[in-house]
């Protein structure tokens, strides 16, 4: 997993929109998000439910649906942007240059084909004149990268476990040796022991191919186990990033620090934390720093003024008002009780 | 010690597949205790918590609740069983119907066992249990489900569950579809209600980090059998039994110096393994030894508060109890007031 510095960028994702719309006005699930990505580089994004990460990974894939749109900005891959290409450039580019494992990939196996006419489905859009023992041969040769038995071809999907459907969404998402794999929760279903499994063939395979991941979670630890870089969203927006060693021993956004705080470790038993409040809905975000209301070091500017994404150590960034007058996160005060009701 | 409720050898057998092998477990009347079940999918903690609430019988043994035999109740016992003893289910988002406020999920235990004498007591109760689980009356009630988050409707599940002031709460997984930062506090208050109300809770979960947080105990279960179970700082702390050394080493932790080997654990699900009467863990089990093919290994009991049926430790002593609690620490804190 090493990633060479030198290396130009495979994915550049610039002031990216994607937008709901809404009775009550464009709910904005993707806001303004800049990033991007070196061949081999693991990203892992991380945010609550409603933070807009899955958005973030369709609007990658260019696969917004209505009622979202996406509402400007760029998603670069290998210098080409994927949301000026024409129908025709970006069916052959999914799959190819940029891939997707989504979230319960579970259910997106087709229930009434084998495993294997779904794989062959896929490369044979892509590469029509294949023969099919050449088929066979890549199949095998799949499903052996994803740790699963030749047998598991002719079987259908009921008949496999969700580590084995898991694998085989896996198997399929990285036939073409795409550059980029964007993986949309892959292992929310699973066991520890098999989500470490199939982590470990994610990563083992991305290896492989040098292919960039872009890995969408809500499990700090999780993301904490397999990315190089931790990007935190937060209402659609990118509050924090940086490499992954700093974002969990010296977080400098509040969010982050309580996002690394609220998991308990096996060590000492401690007063559970969570995080306080909810967040804010998203066709209606408070005025300055939508963490404000969270936040137990709001002040004053926090509520007029949004942040904007500034360098605040060597290769992290954070948008928070703390910087850059602290040098580092002033300690947050300690949560009681109170400060967890919820509102509804 | 009185019992609040006991398994008692229990086995449940579907066809020729068994899904939970001849446990027996007590947990005690007078001291409230929280005791974690742990396993992955299949290793049959649901169908042990679906059999200590009455919903499904043991094929072989016994499940008694204050000594009486659950399938064999009277009415009336099994009136009061139902009410003191409360699931909390996995998904938050099957349990409403979408068509009635949540109102009423908390006002039908109230009127189904008569909790209130007036609408203004039974306004009362509910929003008192509200306020336990930390949500706000006025800003809950008068909803529909879909107005809420999964970890508002599963604090709402456990709202419900406290309105009948329970003896026992048994949880399937209540937090594992909601969010990691939302999860400590949904259990934080199941701690608490466990520590004011004096109720028993046994927590079912995949997620030993917060069995470790929240439980004095834990019980692992490996396809239907009890491989390792004791107090929490000894079985995660220090597990013994080789399968939870491997659930311990696959939790994902946000600690760099505790990565995940870089070696890639086998894939067991992929091929049929050896059928095996002896320890079901055998086939993927690093130190498997030729004994464990044909035996089921006893409850050996390597140090104190803990046992683990591992032929690992066959030098040490075998459990002179069958029950499982006899390695368990007491709970620590003393039992609250009486609740009213």
Redesign the interface.
């Known amino acids: 997993m090493s990633v060479a510095r030198d290396l130009k960028p495979i994915l550049v994702v610039e002031g990216l929109n994607v937008h709901y719309d809404t009775g009550k006005g464009p709910a904005k699930a993707v806001n303004d998000v800049s990033f991007s990505l070196r061949p081999g580089e693991r990203l892992g994004l991380i945010g609550e439910s409603g933070s807009g990460k899955t958005t973030m990974a369709t609007a990658l894939m260019r696969l917004t649906r209505a009622p979202g749109r996406i509402a400007g900005g760029s998603v670069e891959l290998d210098g080409r942007d994927i949301l000026k290409m024409s129908t025709k450039e970006l069916r052959e580019t999914r799959l190819r240059d940029i891939a997707l494992i989504p979230q319960g990939a579970m259910s997106s196996l087709n229930p009434v084909m084998r495993l294997e006419e779904q794989m062959i489905d896929a490369i044979v859009a892509h590469k029509p004149g294949m023969k099919r023992a050449e088929l066979d041969a890549r199949v095998q040769e799949l499903l052996k990268n994803v740790g699963l038995a030749p047998e598991v071809a002719r079987r259908y999907p009921h008949e496999l476990s969700g580590g084995m459907k898991q694998r085989a969404a896996m198997a399929i998402a990285t036939s073409l040796s795409p550059k980029v794999i964007v993986a949309d929760e892959p292992t929310s279903a699973l066991d520890v022991v098999v989500q470490r499994q199939v982590m470990q063939t994610l990563g083992r395979l991305q290896d492989g191919l040098g292919a960039a991941v872009v890995l969408i979670g809500h499990d700090m630890g999780l993301i904490a186990q397999f990315a190089d870089t931790v990007g935190v969203m937060y209402a659609g927006k990118l509050v924090e990033i940086g490499p992954v060693r700093q974002m969990i021993e010296s977080p400098k956004h509040p969010y982050t620090r309580l996002l690394v705080d609220s998991l308990p470790g096996i060590e000492v038993k401690r007063e559970l934390t969570g995080i306080p409040g909810l967040p804010p809905p998203l066709v209606d975000l408070p005025p300055g720093c939508s963490f404000n209301p969270r936040c137990p070091l709001a002040f004053e500017r926090c509520r007029r003024e949004t942040p904007l994404l500034q360098q605040v150590a060597p290769g992290q960034s954070a948008a928070c008002h703390l910087y850059p007058e602290h040098a580092a996160l002033p300690p947050l005060p300690p949560m009681t009780r109170a400060h967890q009701e919820l509102r509804p | 010690m009185t019992t609040l409720i006991e398994m008692r050898g229990v086995t449940k057998t579907y066809g020729a597949f068994t899904a939970l092998n001849d446990v027996t477990l007590s947990l005690s009347d007078t001291s409230p205790s929280m005791t974690a079940v742990a396993g ?2 299949g290793s049959g903690k649901t169908t042990l918590a679906r059999m200590m609430l009455g919903f499904i019988n043991p094929s072989h043994g016994q499940v008694l609740y204050q000594g009486k035999d659950v399938a064999r109740m009277t009415g009336a016992e099994q009136r009061q069983f139902r009410r003191e003893v409360q699931p909390v289910f996995q998904d938050p988002f099957d349990v409403f119907n979408p068509f009635y406020r949540i109102d009423h999920v908390l006002e039908t235990p109230v009127k189904r066992y008569k909790l209130a004498d007036s609408e203004s007591a039974a306004r009362a109760m509910i929003e008192d249990a509200l306020k336990r689980v ?3 009356p006025q ?2 009630l008068g ?1 529909f489900p879909h ?6 409707r599963q ?1 709402i599940m456990v709202a419900r569950a406290v309105l009948l002031r329970p003896k026992l709460i048994v949880a399937d997984e209540p937090v594992s579809m909601v ?10 208050e199941l ?1 608490t209600l466990n520590r004011e109300l004096g109720i028993s809770i046994v927590y079912i979960t ?5 069995a ?3 439980c004095d105990n834990i019980l692992i279960l490996y396809r239907g059998n009890v491989s390792e179970a004791g107090a929490v700082e000894r079985v ?2 220090t597990p013994k039994h080789p399968y939870s050394q ?3 080493s ?7 110096s505790k ?2 080997g870089g070696e ?2 086998p ?1 067991s ?3 049929a393994a050896r059928p095996n009467p002896g320890c079901k863990f055998a086939p993927r089990c690093p130190h498997v030894m030729e004994m464990c093919w044909d035996n089921l290994p006893p409850k050996y009991v390597p140090d104190s508060e803990r046992l683990a049926t591992c032929f690992l430790y066959r030098d040490a002593p075998v459990s002179a109890s069958d029950d499982v609690a006899s390695a368990f620490r007491p709970p620590n804190h003393p039992i609250a007031a009486t609740a009213p």
């Open positions: 992955e999918s930390g949500l706000r800003d809950t909803r107005e809420l988050s999964g970890g508002q604090r969010d990691a930062s939302l999860r400590a506090t949904i259990l934080d701690k995949h997620d030993l980090t917060t470790f947080q929240i995660i702390g491997l659930l311990v696959s939790i994902p932790l946000p600690d760099l990565a995940w890639e654990i894939v699900e992929a091929s």
